[in-house]
Protein backbone atom coordinates (compact mmCIF):
# COMPACT_ATOMS: atom_id res chain seq x y z
CA UNK A 1 0.00 0.00 0.00
CA UNK A 2 2.84 1.97 1.02
CA UNK A 3 4.66 1.57 -2.78
CA UNK A 4 1.58 1.86 -4.57
CA UNK A 5 1.35 5.67 -2.92
CA UNK A 6 4.49 6.32 -3.26
CA UNK A 7 4.30 5.10 -6.85
CA UNK A 8 1.00 7.44 -7.63
CA UNK A 9 2.64 10.72 -6.07
CA UNK A 10 5.92 9.72 -8.91
CA UNK A 11 3.26 9.72 -11.57
CA UNK A 12 1.14 13.38 -10.13
CA UNK A 13 5.18 14.53 -10.02
CA UNK A 14 6.19 13.38 -13.84
CA UNK A 15 2.86 14.39 -15.33
CA UNK A 16 3.18 18.14 -13.35
CA UNK A 17 6.49 18.75 -15.33
CA UNK A 18 5.15 17.67 -18.26
CA UNK A 19 2.45 19.76 -18.04
CA UNK A 20 4.19 22.55 -17.22
CA UNK A 21 6.92 21.91 -20.37
CA UNK A 22 3.71 21.73 -22.27
CA UNK A 23 2.82 25.38 -21.02
CA UNK A 24 6.34 26.49 -20.97
CA UNK A 25 6.88 25.76 -24.35
CA UNK A 26 7.76 28.02 -27.31
CA UNK A 27 6.96 26.30 -29.62
CA UNK A 28 3.17 26.01 -30.71
CA UNK A 29 1.82 22.17 -29.41
CA UNK A 30 -1.67 20.70 -29.98
CA UNK A 31 -3.61 17.84 -30.24
CA UNK A 32 -6.57 16.82 -32.20
CA UNK A 33 -8.96 14.12 -32.53
CA UNK A 34 -10.02 12.20 -35.75
CA UNK A 35 -12.40 14.67 -36.71
CA UNK A 36 -9.32 17.01 -35.99
CA UNK A 37 -11.17 18.91 -33.23
CA UNK A 38 -8.97 20.57 -30.50
CA UNK A 39 -8.45 18.35 -27.37
CA UNK A 40 -5.32 20.10 -26.03
CA UNK A 41 -3.10 23.05 -27.18
CA UNK A 42 -0.39 25.25 -25.38
CA UNK A 43 -0.17 29.27 -25.02
CA UNK A 44 2.17 29.53 -27.88
CA UNK A 45 -0.37 27.54 -29.88
CA UNK A 46 -2.83 30.04 -28.90
CA UNK A 47 -1.16 33.01 -29.18
CA UNK A 48 -0.49 31.96 -32.89
CA UNK A 49 -4.19 31.24 -33.46
CA UNK A 50 -5.55 34.40 -31.68
CA UNK A 51 -7.96 32.19 -29.10
CA UNK A 52 -7.22 31.57 -25.39
CA UNK A 53 -6.34 27.62 -24.79
CA UNK A 54 -9.73 27.12 -23.59
CA UNK A 55 -11.64 28.49 -26.66
CA UNK A 56 -9.56 25.62 -29.20
CA UNK A 57 -10.94 22.41 -26.86
CA UNK A 58 -13.68 20.65 -29.02
CA UNK A 59 -13.68 23.01 -31.93
CA UNK A 60 -12.92 22.10 -35.32
CA UNK A 61 -9.68 23.09 -36.43
CA UNK A 62 -11.32 25.40 -39.16
CA UNK A 63 -13.45 27.07 -37.17
CA UNK A 64 -10.47 28.83 -35.49
CA UNK A 65 -8.28 29.18 -38.52
CA UNK A 66 -10.37 28.55 -41.51
CA UNK A 67 -7.78 30.34 -43.73
CA UNK A 68 -5.31 27.76 -43.33
CA UNK A 69 -7.73 24.91 -44.12
CA UNK A 70 -6.90 24.86 -48.02
CA UNK A 71 -3.51 23.70 -47.32
CA UNK A 72 -3.18 22.23 -43.64
CA UNK A 73 -6.45 19.80 -43.72
CA UNK A 74 -4.98 17.84 -47.00
CA UNK A 75 -1.79 17.54 -44.79
CA UNK A 76 -3.61 15.99 -41.48
CA UNK A 77 -6.12 14.15 -43.65
CA UNK A 78 -3.10 11.91 -45.07
CA UNK A 79 -1.82 11.68 -41.21
CA UNK A 80 -4.64 9.83 -40.51
CA UNK A 81 -4.69 7.88 -43.25
CA UNK A 82 -1.72 6.52 -43.34
CA UNK A 83 -0.43 6.79 -39.87
CA UNK A 84 2.96 8.25 -41.24
CA UNK A 85 4.55 11.86 -39.88
CA UNK A 86 4.86 14.71 -41.60
CA UNK A 87 8.15 16.80 -41.10
CA UNK A 88 8.68 20.71 -41.75
CA UNK A 89 5.99 21.20 -43.97
CA UNK A 90 5.17 24.56 -44.73
CA UNK A 91 1.60 26.46 -43.63
CA UNK A 92 0.87 29.74 -45.07
CA UNK A 93 -2.76 32.18 -44.33
CA UNK A 94 -3.90 34.45 -41.85
CA UNK A 95 -5.11 34.01 -38.34
CA UNK A 96 -7.02 35.91 -35.96
CA UNK A 97 -3.59 36.88 -34.11
CA UNK A 98 -2.37 38.47 -37.26
CA UNK A 99 -5.33 39.57 -39.62
CA UNK A 100 -4.66 40.79 -43.08
CA UNK A 101 -0.80 39.43 -42.54
CA UNK A 102 0.53 36.37 -44.22
CA UNK A 103 2.05 34.75 -41.99
CA UNK A 104 4.36 31.49 -42.43
CA UNK A 105 5.19 28.17 -39.97
CA UNK A 106 6.70 25.43 -39.92
CA UNK A 107 4.42 22.29 -39.12
CA UNK A 108 5.28 18.97 -38.21
CA UNK A 109 2.48 16.55 -37.70
CA UNK A 110 2.44 12.90 -35.77
CA UNK A 111 -0.38 10.23 -35.56
CA UNK A 112 -1.48 9.72 -31.58
CA UNK A 113 -2.33 5.42 -31.80
CA UNK A 114 -4.25 3.86 -29.28
CA UNK A 115 -2.35 0.71 -28.72
CA UNK A 116 -1.45 -1.00 -32.51
CA UNK A 117 -4.73 -0.06 -34.25
CA UNK A 118 -5.70 2.66 -35.87
CA UNK A 119 -4.91 6.74 -35.11
CA UNK A 120 -6.80 8.34 -32.85
CA UNK A 121 -5.35 11.97 -33.46
CA UNK A 122 -2.73 13.97 -34.30
CA UNK A 123 0.01 15.75 -32.07
CA UNK A 124 1.21 18.98 -33.55
CA UNK A 125 4.53 21.29 -33.49
CA UNK A 126 4.23 24.41 -34.81
CA UNK A 127 6.93 27.36 -35.24
CA UNK A 128 6.20 30.27 -36.97
CA UNK A 129 9.20 31.32 -39.33
CA UNK A 130 7.59 34.33 -41.20
CA UNK A 131 10.45 36.65 -39.68
CA UNK A 132 12.62 33.88 -40.17
CA UNK A 133 11.83 33.85 -43.91
CA UNK A 134 11.42 37.69 -44.07
CA UNK A 135 15.36 38.09 -43.08
CA UNK A 136 16.42 35.01 -44.84
CA UNK A 137 14.90 36.55 -48.12
CA UNK A 138 16.40 40.22 -47.14
CA UNK A 139 19.52 38.17 -46.71
CA UNK A 140 19.25 36.50 -50.05
CA UNK A 141 18.45 39.63 -52.01
CA UNK A 142 21.49 41.67 -50.45
CA UNK A 143 23.43 38.62 -51.79
CA UNK A 144 22.09 38.63 -54.76
CA UNK A 145 22.74 42.49 -55.08
CA UNK A 146 25.98 42.06 -54.18
CA UNK A 147 26.95 39.87 -56.55
CA UNK A 148 25.48 41.74 -59.28
CA UNK A 149 27.58 44.30 -58.02
CA UNK A 150 31.19 42.09 -58.06
CA UNK A 151 29.96 41.23 -61.48
CA UNK A 152 29.97 44.49 -62.64
CA UNK A 153 33.34 45.54 -61.19
CA UNK A 154 36.49 45.26 -63.65
CA UNK A 155 38.59 43.48 -60.98
CA UNK A 156 38.81 40.22 -60.08
CA UNK A 157 36.96 39.49 -57.09
CA UNK A 158 36.17 35.65 -55.71
CA UNK A 159 35.93 33.27 -52.08
CA UNK A 160 38.04 30.52 -51.63
CA UNK A 161 37.38 27.84 -48.80
CA UNK A 162 40.29 27.32 -45.77
CA UNK A 163 41.92 24.64 -47.92
CA UNK A 164 42.06 26.54 -51.46
CA UNK A 165 38.87 25.40 -53.59
CA UNK A 166 36.82 28.39 -55.58
CA UNK A 167 34.02 28.84 -53.90
CA UNK A 168 33.09 31.76 -56.53
CA UNK A 169 34.40 34.28 -58.39
CA UNK A 170 32.95 37.82 -59.88
CA UNK A 171 32.00 37.75 -63.99
CA UNK A 172 35.66 39.46 -64.47
CA UNK A 173 38.13 36.93 -64.37
CA UNK A 174 35.28 34.33 -65.77
CA UNK A 175 35.12 36.90 -69.12
CA UNK A 176 38.41 37.53 -69.20
CA UNK A 177 39.51 34.12 -69.76
CA UNK A 178 36.13 32.67 -71.40
CA UNK A 179 34.87 30.63 -68.67
CA UNK A 180 31.82 30.30 -66.69
CA UNK A 181 31.60 29.34 -62.49
CA UNK A 182 31.08 25.92 -62.88
CA UNK A 183 34.34 25.62 -65.16
CA UNK A 184 36.52 26.73 -62.10
CA UNK A 185 33.60 26.38 -58.62
CA UNK A 186 34.91 23.16 -56.25
CA UNK A 187 38.72 23.16 -58.00
CA UNK A 188 42.09 23.86 -56.20
CA UNK A 189 42.40 27.54 -56.97
CA UNK A 190 46.17 26.82 -58.28
CA UNK A 191 44.44 24.47 -60.67
CA UNK A 192 42.10 26.83 -62.63
CA UNK A 193 43.06 28.30 -66.15
CA UNK A 194 44.79 31.05 -64.70
CA UNK A 195 47.66 29.78 -62.67
CA UNK A 196 48.02 26.57 -64.82
CA UNK A 197 50.55 28.10 -67.43
CA UNK A 198 53.22 27.69 -64.84
CA UNK A 199 54.13 25.37 -61.71
CA UNK A 200 56.29 28.18 -60.34
CA UNK A 201 53.52 30.12 -59.95
CA UNK A 202 50.88 27.59 -58.56
CA UNK A 203 53.37 26.95 -55.99
CA UNK A 204 53.69 30.44 -54.88
CA UNK A 205 50.09 30.79 -55.22
CA UNK A 206 49.90 27.59 -52.95
CA UNK A 207 51.95 29.21 -50.35
CA UNK A 208 50.23 32.27 -50.15
CA UNK A 209 46.63 30.30 -49.79
CA UNK A 210 48.60 28.78 -46.50
CA UNK A 211 49.40 31.99 -45.23
CA UNK A 212 45.98 34.13 -45.80
CA UNK A 213 44.93 30.65 -43.95
CA UNK A 214 46.97 31.46 -41.05
CA UNK A 215 45.84 35.04 -40.77
CA UNK A 216 48.27 37.10 -43.21
CA UNK A 217 47.03 39.19 -45.78
CA UNK A 218 49.80 38.18 -49.33
CA UNK A 219 50.46 40.46 -51.41
CA UNK A 220 52.26 40.59 -54.99
CA UNK A 221 52.05 40.97 -58.74
CA UNK A 222 52.33 38.03 -60.95
CA UNK A 223 50.84 37.26 -64.59
CA UNK A 224 47.86 35.10 -65.56
CA UNK A 225 46.52 33.48 -68.11
CA UNK A 226 43.41 35.64 -69.64
CA UNK A 227 42.74 33.59 -72.84
CA UNK A 228 45.87 33.07 -75.28
CA UNK A 229 47.72 36.12 -73.12
CA UNK A 230 49.41 36.71 -69.68
CA UNK A 231 48.47 40.04 -68.13
CA UNK A 232 49.80 40.55 -64.99
CA UNK A 233 48.30 41.69 -62.34
CA UNK A 234 48.08 43.47 -58.76
CA UNK A 235 46.96 39.90 -56.67
CA UNK A 236 46.05 40.31 -53.28
CA UNK A 237 44.56 37.28 -50.85
CA UNK A 238 43.22 38.18 -47.64
CA UNK A 239 41.35 35.91 -45.20
CA UNK A 240 37.70 36.23 -44.67
CA UNK A 241 36.42 36.17 -40.69
CA UNK A 242 33.18 35.67 -40.14
CA UNK A 243 31.02 37.38 -36.80
CA UNK A 244 33.49 35.92 -34.28
CA UNK A 245 36.50 36.69 -35.42
CA UNK A 246 37.15 33.30 -37.09
CA UNK A 247 38.92 32.66 -40.25
CA UNK A 248 36.02 30.83 -42.11
CA UNK A 249 37.13 31.31 -45.92
CA UNK A 250 39.82 32.96 -48.09
CA UNK A 251 39.20 36.69 -50.36
CA UNK A 252 41.33 36.88 -53.88
CA UNK A 253 41.81 39.72 -55.45
CA UNK A 254 42.94 41.47 -58.55
CA UNK A 255 43.28 44.42 -61.16
CA UNK A 256 45.13 44.55 -64.08
CA UNK A 257 47.99 46.25 -64.05
CA UNK A 258 49.97 45.18 -67.71
CA UNK A 259 49.61 49.23 -68.73
CA UNK A 260 51.86 49.86 -65.80
CA UNK A 261 53.96 47.13 -65.58
CA UNK A 262 54.68 47.84 -69.19
CA UNK A 263 55.23 51.58 -68.10
CA UNK A 264 57.34 50.60 -65.23
CA UNK A 265 59.82 48.34 -67.03
CA UNK A 266 60.02 51.45 -69.70
CA UNK A 267 60.51 54.21 -66.63
CA UNK A 268 62.81 51.58 -65.57
CA UNK A 269 64.79 51.12 -68.74
CA UNK A 270 65.01 54.82 -69.23
CA UNK A 271 66.51 55.11 -66.06
CA UNK A 272 68.72 52.46 -66.25
CA UNK A 273 70.24 54.72 -69.17
CA UNK A 274 70.37 57.57 -67.39
CA UNK A 275 71.72 55.81 -64.56
CA UNK A 276 74.53 54.67 -66.81
CA UNK A 277 75.47 57.88 -68.45
CA UNK A 278 75.26 59.82 -65.24
CA UNK A 279 77.64 57.22 -63.65
CA UNK A 280 79.99 57.67 -66.60
CA UNK A 281 79.90 61.04 -66.85
CA UNK A 282 80.47 61.12 -63.71
CA UNK A 283 83.24 58.30 -63.81
CA UNK A 284 84.53 60.90 -66.29
CA UNK A 285 84.20 64.00 -64.11
CA UNK A 286 85.61 62.21 -60.87
CA UNK A 287 88.43 61.08 -63.00
CA UNK A 288 89.26 64.20 -64.49
CA UNK A 289 88.93 65.81 -61.05
CA UNK A 290 91.35 63.35 -59.71
CA UNK A 291 93.56 63.63 -62.19
CA UNK A 292 93.41 67.90 -61.69
CA UNK A 293 93.84 67.46 -57.92
CA UNK A 294 96.67 65.12 -58.55
CA UNK A 295 98.50 67.45 -61.39
CA UNK A 296 97.71 70.33 -58.14
CA UNK A 297 99.04 68.21 -55.42
CA UNK A 298 102.21 67.04 -57.75
CA UNK A 299 102.66 70.77 -58.63
CA UNK A 300 102.54 71.62 -54.78
CA UNK A 301 104.67 69.11 -53.96
CA UNK A 302 107.22 70.01 -56.64
CA UNK A 303 106.98 73.79 -55.97
CA UNK A 304 107.75 73.12 -52.00
CA UNK A 305 110.69 70.64 -52.59
CA UNK A 306 112.18 73.68 -54.83
CA UNK A 307 111.69 76.18 -52.64
CA UNK A 308 112.86 73.92 -49.55
CA UNK A 309 115.85 72.93 -52.10
CA UNK A 310 116.58 76.26 -52.59
CA UNK A 311 116.19 76.90 -49.05
CA UNK A 312 118.98 74.10 -48.37
CA UNK A 313 120.90 75.22 -51.26
CA UNK A 314 121.17 78.68 -50.10
CA UNK A 315 121.99 77.82 -46.24
CA UNK A 316 124.37 75.18 -48.08
CA UNK A 317 126.18 77.87 -49.24
CA UNK A 318 126.16 80.04 -46.31
CA UNK A 319 127.05 77.02 -44.39
CA UNK A 320 129.69 75.88 -46.56
CA UNK A 321 131.67 79.68 -46.59
CA UNK A 322 131.11 80.15 -43.29
CA UNK A 323 132.87 76.33 -42.24
CA UNK A 324 135.41 76.93 -44.71
CA UNK A 325 136.52 80.41 -42.75
CA UNK A 326 136.18 78.67 -39.62
CA UNK A 327 138.10 75.56 -40.89
CA UNK A 328 140.90 78.09 -41.56
CA UNK A 329 140.76 79.49 -38.53
CA UNK A 330 140.83 76.48 -36.71
CA UNK A 331 143.85 75.41 -38.51
CA UNK A 332 145.85 78.75 -37.35
CA UNK A 333 144.51 77.99 -34.08
CA UNK A 334 145.82 74.35 -33.87
CA UNK A 335 148.97 75.75 -35.69
CA UNK A 336 149.74 77.94 -33.13
CA UNK A 337 148.81 75.87 -30.38
CA UNK A 338 151.34 73.37 -31.36
CA UNK A 339 153.86 75.82 -31.70
CA UNK A 340 153.08 77.13 -28.11
CA UNK A 341 153.13 73.45 -26.67
CA UNK A 342 156.83 73.30 -28.13
CA UNK A 343 158.11 75.90 -26.34
CA UNK A 344 156.60 75.44 -23.00
CA UNK A 345 157.42 72.89 -20.10
CA UNK A 346 155.37 74.06 -17.65
CA UNK A 347 153.05 71.08 -16.97
CA UNK A 348 150.14 73.00 -16.16
CA UNK A 349 150.57 75.33 -19.01
CA UNK A 350 151.01 72.31 -21.58
CA UNK A 351 147.37 70.49 -20.02
CA UNK A 352 145.57 73.63 -20.88
CA UNK A 353 147.11 73.69 -24.27
CA UNK A 354 145.98 70.24 -24.79
CA UNK A 355 142.32 71.41 -23.79
CA UNK A 356 142.12 73.77 -26.36
CA UNK A 357 143.75 71.44 -28.78
CA UNK A 358 140.99 69.12 -28.34
CA UNK A 359 138.17 72.01 -28.37
CA UNK A 360 139.51 72.75 -31.60
CA UNK A 361 139.50 69.27 -32.70
CA UNK A 362 136.01 69.36 -32.11
CA UNK A 363 135.31 72.74 -33.90
CA UNK A 364 137.41 69.91 -36.59
CA UNK A 365 134.26 67.80 -36.19
CA UNK A 366 131.63 70.24 -36.28
CA UNK A 367 133.17 71.75 -39.66
CA UNK A 368 132.82 68.45 -41.51
CA UNK A 369 129.57 67.87 -40.05
CA UNK A 370 128.75 71.31 -42.01
CA UNK A 371 130.42 70.59 -44.96
CA UNK A 372 128.39 67.03 -45.14
CA UNK A 373 125.36 68.97 -45.06
CA UNK A 374 126.58 71.67 -47.94
CA UNK A 375 127.32 68.38 -50.02
CA UNK A 376 130.90 70.05 -49.98
CA UNK A 377 132.42 67.38 -47.95
CA UNK A 378 135.39 64.72 -49.48
CA UNK A 379 133.85 61.45 -49.66
CA UNK A 380 135.30 57.82 -49.96
CA UNK A 381 133.21 55.52 -51.90
CA UNK A 382 133.76 52.14 -51.91
CA UNK A 383 132.01 48.76 -52.35
CA UNK A 384 129.88 47.60 -49.48
CA UNK A 385 128.73 44.68 -48.83
CA UNK A 386 125.92 45.61 -46.80
CA UNK A 387 124.84 42.55 -45.09
CA UNK A 388 128.59 41.88 -44.09
CA UNK A 389 128.45 45.58 -42.91
CA UNK A 390 125.35 45.64 -41.33
CA UNK A 391 126.20 42.63 -39.44
CA UNK A 392 129.35 43.94 -37.84
CA UNK A 393 127.63 47.34 -37.21
CA UNK A 394 124.87 45.89 -34.92
CA UNK A 395 126.67 45.33 -31.79
CA UNK A 396 127.75 49.39 -32.08
CA UNK A 397 124.15 50.23 -32.70
CA UNK A 398 122.81 47.89 -29.72
CA UNK A 399 125.58 50.18 -27.47
CA UNK A 400 124.64 53.49 -28.84
CA UNK A 401 121.12 52.82 -28.60
CA UNK A 402 120.92 51.88 -24.55
CA UNK A 403 119.09 50.03 -22.32
CA UNK A 404 115.41 49.67 -22.13
CA UNK A 405 115.86 49.77 -26.76
CA UNK A 406 115.73 47.00 -28.49
CA UNK A 407 117.67 46.98 -32.11
CA UNK A 408 116.90 44.81 -34.74
CA UNK A 409 118.56 44.15 -37.90
CA UNK A 410 117.27 42.43 -40.96
CA UNK A 411 118.66 42.94 -44.58
CA UNK A 412 116.51 40.36 -47.00
CA UNK A 413 118.96 39.08 -49.06
CA UNK A 414 118.35 41.35 -52.03
CA UNK A 415 120.57 44.12 -51.25
CA UNK A 416 123.99 42.86 -52.57
CA UNK A 417 126.32 45.64 -52.46
CA UNK A 418 125.77 49.57 -52.87
CA UNK A 419 128.52 52.40 -53.35
CA UNK A 420 129.02 54.64 -50.67
CA UNK A 421 131.66 56.16 -48.02
CA UNK A 422 131.12 53.68 -45.37
CA UNK A 423 132.70 55.95 -42.61
CA UNK A 424 129.85 58.50 -43.38
CA UNK A 425 127.43 55.55 -43.80
CA UNK A 426 127.85 54.69 -40.38
CA UNK A 427 127.88 57.91 -38.52
CA UNK A 428 124.27 58.54 -40.65
CA UNK A 429 123.11 54.90 -38.97
CA UNK A 430 124.47 55.80 -35.72
CA UNK A 431 122.76 59.15 -35.27
CA UNK A 432 119.10 57.93 -36.28
CA UNK A 433 119.42 55.15 -33.89
CA UNK A 434 120.49 57.65 -30.98
CA UNK A 435 117.67 60.38 -32.27
CA UNK A 436 115.50 56.95 -31.91
CA UNK A 437 116.51 56.19 -28.91
CA UNK A 438 116.29 59.82 -27.56
CA UNK A 439 112.77 60.20 -28.67
CA UNK A 440 111.67 56.59 -26.17
CA UNK A 441 112.51 57.79 -22.99
CA UNK A 442 110.69 54.88 -21.73
CA UNK A 443 111.90 52.46 -24.39
CA UNK A 444 111.00 50.70 -27.25
CA UNK A 445 111.67 49.02 -30.51
CA UNK A 446 114.42 50.69 -33.17
CA UNK A 447 114.41 48.22 -36.49
CA UNK A 448 116.85 48.50 -39.10
CA UNK A 449 114.96 47.38 -42.34
CA UNK A 450 117.00 46.72 -45.48
CA UNK A 451 115.85 46.38 -48.97
CA UNK A 452 116.53 46.46 -52.65
CA UNK A 453 114.07 49.22 -54.83
CA UNK A 454 114.02 50.64 -58.60
CA UNK A 455 113.42 54.36 -59.27
CA UNK A 456 111.19 54.94 -60.46
CA UNK A 457 108.75 52.84 -58.44
CA UNK A 458 106.44 53.09 -55.79
CA UNK A 459 108.69 52.53 -52.84
CA UNK A 460 111.29 54.83 -54.12
CA UNK A 461 111.77 58.61 -53.62
CA UNK A 462 110.54 60.26 -56.38
CA UNK A 463 113.64 62.41 -56.95
CA UNK A 464 115.95 59.32 -57.66
CA UNK A 465 117.14 59.01 -60.77
CA UNK A 466 116.53 56.36 -62.66
CA UNK A 467 118.26 52.83 -61.22
CA UNK A 468 118.55 50.29 -58.77
CA UNK A 469 119.35 51.32 -55.05
CA UNK A 470 119.05 49.61 -51.61
CA UNK A 471 116.73 51.35 -49.21
CA UNK A 472 117.96 51.09 -45.61
CA UNK A 473 114.87 52.40 -42.75
CA UNK A 474 115.59 53.06 -39.11
CA UNK A 475 111.74 52.57 -37.67
CA UNK A 476 111.11 53.50 -33.71
CA UNK A 477 108.08 53.23 -32.11
CA UNK A 478 108.73 56.69 -30.09
CA UNK A 479 106.70 59.69 -29.70
CA UNK A 480 107.15 60.88 -33.93
CA UNK A 481 107.15 64.36 -34.79
CA UNK A 482 104.14 66.91 -36.04
CA UNK A 483 103.80 68.09 -39.21
CA UNK A 484 105.66 71.47 -38.29
CA UNK A 485 108.45 69.57 -36.89
CA UNK A 486 109.15 67.17 -39.59
CA UNK A 487 108.66 70.16 -42.62
CA UNK A 488 112.14 71.32 -40.44
CA UNK A 489 113.88 68.33 -39.12
CA UNK A 490 116.46 68.40 -42.07
CA UNK A 491 117.52 72.05 -41.14
CA UNK A 492 120.71 72.61 -40.18
CA UNK A 493 120.57 73.40 -36.05
CA UNK A 494 117.34 72.86 -35.91
CA UNK A 495 116.80 70.73 -33.01
CA UNK A 496 114.17 69.95 -30.12
CA UNK A 497 116.72 69.08 -27.97
CA UNK A 498 117.25 70.79 -24.87
CA UNK A 499 120.07 72.89 -25.02
CA UNK A 500 123.21 71.15 -24.43
CA UNK A 501 121.76 67.90 -25.49
CA UNK A 502 122.27 68.06 -29.33
CA UNK A 503 123.80 70.64 -32.23
CA UNK A 504 120.74 69.74 -34.43
CA UNK A 505 123.15 68.71 -37.69
CA UNK A 506 122.39 65.40 -37.14
CA UNK A 507 119.39 65.14 -39.81
CA UNK A 508 120.52 67.82 -42.08
CA UNK A 509 124.15 65.85 -42.43
CA UNK A 510 122.76 62.41 -42.97
CA UNK A 511 120.45 64.24 -45.64
CA UNK A 512 123.55 65.60 -46.99
CA UNK A 513 125.42 62.52 -47.24
CA UNK A 514 122.85 60.60 -49.04
CA UNK A 515 122.38 63.08 -51.80
CA UNK A 516 126.17 64.08 -52.10
CA UNK A 517 125.84 60.19 -52.99
CA UNK A 518 123.69 60.29 -55.22
CA UNK A 519 120.91 59.18 -53.59
CA UNK A 520 118.57 60.14 -51.35
CA UNK A 521 117.15 60.86 -47.30
CA UNK A 522 112.72 59.83 -46.75
CA UNK A 523 110.95 60.81 -43.60
CA UNK A 524 107.50 60.09 -41.85
CA UNK A 525 106.07 60.54 -38.82
CA UNK A 526 102.79 60.45 -36.70
CA UNK A 527 102.67 61.62 -33.15
CA UNK A 528 101.90 59.33 -31.42
CA UNK A 529 103.15 56.00 -33.25
CA UNK A 530 106.70 56.80 -34.26
CA UNK A 531 109.35 57.72 -37.29
CA UNK A 532 110.69 56.23 -40.59
CA UNK A 533 113.59 57.68 -41.61
CA UNK A 534 115.03 55.86 -44.87
CA UNK A 535 118.13 56.02 -46.16
CA UNK A 536 118.71 55.59 -50.42
CA UNK A 537 122.01 55.05 -51.42
CA UNK A 538 122.55 53.58 -55.13
CA UNK A 539 123.42 49.89 -55.48
CA UNK A 540 126.07 48.55 -57.16
CA UNK A 541 126.15 48.07 -61.19
CA UNK A 542 125.62 44.53 -62.15
CA UNK A 543 128.81 43.24 -63.41
CA UNK A 544 131.04 46.63 -61.81
CA UNK A 545 134.19 45.65 -60.26
CA UNK A 546 134.60 45.70 -56.71
CA UNK A 547 135.90 48.84 -55.27
CA UNK A 548 136.93 47.75 -51.90
CA UNK A 549 137.47 44.27 -50.35
CA UNK A 550 135.56 44.79 -47.14
CA UNK A 551 133.39 48.08 -45.28
CA UNK A 552 135.50 50.81 -43.52
CA UNK A 553 135.85 50.44 -39.47
CA UNK A 554 133.70 52.65 -37.65
CA UNK A 555 134.31 56.22 -37.46
CA UNK A 556 134.08 58.28 -34.72
CA UNK A 557 130.34 58.65 -33.03
CA UNK A 558 128.71 61.17 -34.57
CA UNK A 559 126.97 64.18 -32.86
CA UNK A 560 123.09 63.32 -32.16
CA UNK A 561 120.56 66.11 -33.84
Not at 379 to 391: S, V
Not at 515 to 538: A, C, N, R, Y
Amino acid sequence: MVQTDASRLQQATHAAELDALYARAPLGLGLVDRDLRFVRVNPALADMNGFSPEEHVGKKVWDLVPDLRATAEPMLLKVIETGEPLRDVTVTGTTLAYPGQIREWREQFYPIFVGEGQVTGIGIICEDVTDRRVQEREIREREDRLRRVLDQLFAFVGVLTLDGHVDYANRAPLDAAGLELGDVAGRPFWEAPWWSYDPAVQERLKAAIGAAGAGEVVRYDVPVRLGDQLMTIDFQLAPLRDSSGAIAGLIPSGTIIEERVQAERALRALADDLEITVARRTAALHEANAQLTEEIARREAAQDALIHSQKLEAMGRLVAGVAHDFNNILAAVLSGLSLVGRRLDDPEALKLIDMSTNAAMRGTGLVKQLLAFARQQRLDPERIDLAAFLHELEPLLRVSAGTGVTVEVNEDGSCGAIIADAAQLQSALLNLVINARDAMPDGGTVRIAARAVRAPGPDALGDLADGDYVAISVIDTGTGMPSDVLARVAEPFFTTKQVGKGTGLGVSMVHGFTHQSGGGLSIESEVGKGTVMTLFLPREPAGQAALADAPSGAAGVPESA
